[in-house]
């Protein structure tokens, strides 16, 4: 990809960052698609991905968790199946599990337990793809027993019952 085909990509997510923050979600989707042209004729998977969790982060913001969630797991399969250098994989999944990260921090302000505990457990799938990947790796281990802990803390002062009986195995588990 040429310094300036990539400097336009960087732009356009940067922009649709913008709009989606300024709720002009039609124009955020347009720059998009131009970012996702962009990272396709470039055939560049750790940019395809980022386009994706962008976009599913603008569906969410649009009130439409579950389209956003698609956009997240096609993201998080990207991952899964790239045979990136590794530069590209740490990169990739550093964005990943930011995202997913500032995504639940954000819902978490909002009082939206759900949607929080939705993007940790998309911030887990990371690590578990990780452990695929590297099984001889402790980091992920790690990573994924303090998410766990984050999701925890969501339901803090609340009663076990109100964690939902999937999560709170995943949670005892791992933890």
Known sequence: MSRQAEDLLNRSLKDASSLIEKKKYKKALEKLDKAEKLAEKADRLDLVCRVLLQR???????????????????ALEVFRTSNLNEHENSFLQFTLSN?????????????????????????IKVHEILLEKYPDDEEPKTDIARTFDSIGDLYEGSEPEDMDLETEGQYYEKV
């Open 56 to 74: 599913g982060a603008a569906m969410v913001s649009m009130d439409k968790p579950d389209e956003g969630q698609v956009l997240y797991d096609k």
């Open 99 to 123: 995202t997913f990260q500032k995504l639940a921090r954000n819902f978490k302000k909002a009082d939206s337990v759900e949607n929080a505990e939705n993007c940790y457990l998309n911030e």
